[in-house]
């Protein structure tokens, strides 16, 4: 058996997607597989078990399906035509390509709805993913602006091929990337898109990398990135496994405050909360944090220190040495009424160290 990434594999059948589809539970599996499964009269996801709605909808992972093609040409069948308005910026007229028409096509975009749906039924949304994949950042910009027309066009763009642009212009590192990464951000707000994005193979990656070596800038727009894709529970664990919560302890460490609010959303799956556990110094950040940050960040930092506490004892001990109970003294006096709950249960998870 070829050594595919898990990703490409469908979870029923471990084989190579040809027509992968996601699930409502935010799972991508083969179609053939996930309908045989259903028509089986099972009512649960095959993954997590938990229930699905009645005749649940299969939705194409169009970013998947481009990657695995990529990768495995011949194990992707040709694919089916589109339908609706995708199909119909395909077919419309020809696109510019030259620069000058991407500025063209940002001042467009910047005209207002009218202007930006000009550009989408032009088809030119697919020149301006070229580019931005080659690092032309009034691209990336024109791509921002089309985000933010409305679920319909970030579904739209998703299946278009966003994904594997943006990522590509993640990569590149600079304000380029800080904009893919807030085009990103757009694309997640939708859940749909939240599945397609993550188990995209090289989003999260790209997302971290730009954490760990960016400058302010493009580690916000990174950390706000994962922020969004991690409110999907599976894009948590993708998110530890490619090594976030390092790097987003780091950038805590700086005074970030989203980087606080994406450790929250990571400590509540155990993978996250047991790799948190070996980060050196976290509960220095975090102890840090909670004494001087924002009031979302202080009861995220509290919310975290309780968890970690939980799971270490020896961390306990730690938070004990720096202050912890004193801190939570203050805190349950808080006008904020999520800190003086997080503080009186950090304080009682420190009296059973």
Request: charged share 20%.
């Amino acid at each position: 058996m070829e050594a595919w990434p898990d990703d490409f594999r469908c979870p029923i059948t471990l084989e190579v997607m040809t027509d992968p589809v996601i699930l409502p539970s935010g799972h991508t599996f083969e179609r053939r597989s996930i309908q045989r499964w259903l028509d089986g009269g099972h009512l649960t996801c095959p993954v997590t078990n938990l229930p699905l709605p009645p005749s649940p909808p299969l939705i194409p992972n169009h970013a998947l399906r481009r990657l695995i093609a990529a990768v495995a040409p011949s194990a992707v069948a040709a694919p089916v035509p589109s339908e609706g308005p995708a199909q119909g910026r395909q077919e419309a007229a020809p696109a510019v390509q030259s620069s000058s028409s991407v500025a063209a096509l940002l001042r467009l975009a910047k005209s207002g709805a009218a202007g930006r749906r000009e550009v989408l039924e032009s088809g030119n949304a697919a020149v301006l993913l070229r580019h931005a994949a080659a690092g032309d950042e009034a691209a990336a910009r024109a791509l921002l602006l089309l985000t933010l027309d409305g679920d319909d066009t970030r579904v739209g763009l998703v299946a278009d091929g966003a994904v594997d642009a943006l990522s590509a212009a993640v990569r590149r590192g600079g304000a380029v990337a800080a904009l893919a990464a807030t085009a990103l951000t757009s694309l997640a707000t939708v859940d749909v898109n939240k599945c397609s994005i993550g188990a995209h193979p090289s989003v999260i990656p790209e997302l971290v990398g730009l954490l760990r070596r960016g400058g302010p800038r493009e580690r916000r727009e990174a950390a706000t990135a994962l922020y969004e894709l991690c409110k999907l529970p599976e894009n948590r664990r993708r998110a530890v496994r490619e090594g976030a919560a390092p790097a987003l302890a780091d950038f805590a460490a700086v005074g970030s405050a989203r980087a606080v609010e994406v450790l929250g959303l990571l400590a509540k799956c155990r993978e996250g909360r047991q790799e948190l556990c070996k980060i050196p110094g976290i509960v220095s950040v975090l102890s840090g944090v909670a004494g001087s940050g924002t009031s979302r960040a202080i009861e995220q930092a509290v919310l975290v220190l309780n968890w970690i506490c939980s799971e270490s004892n020896e961390l306990a001990l730690e938070a004990i040495k720096l202050g912890a109970f004193q801190l939570c003294e203050t805190l349950v006096n808080d006008d904020n009424c999520k800190i003086a709950k997080n503080a009186v249960e950090l304080a009682r998870t420190l009296e059973t160290a």
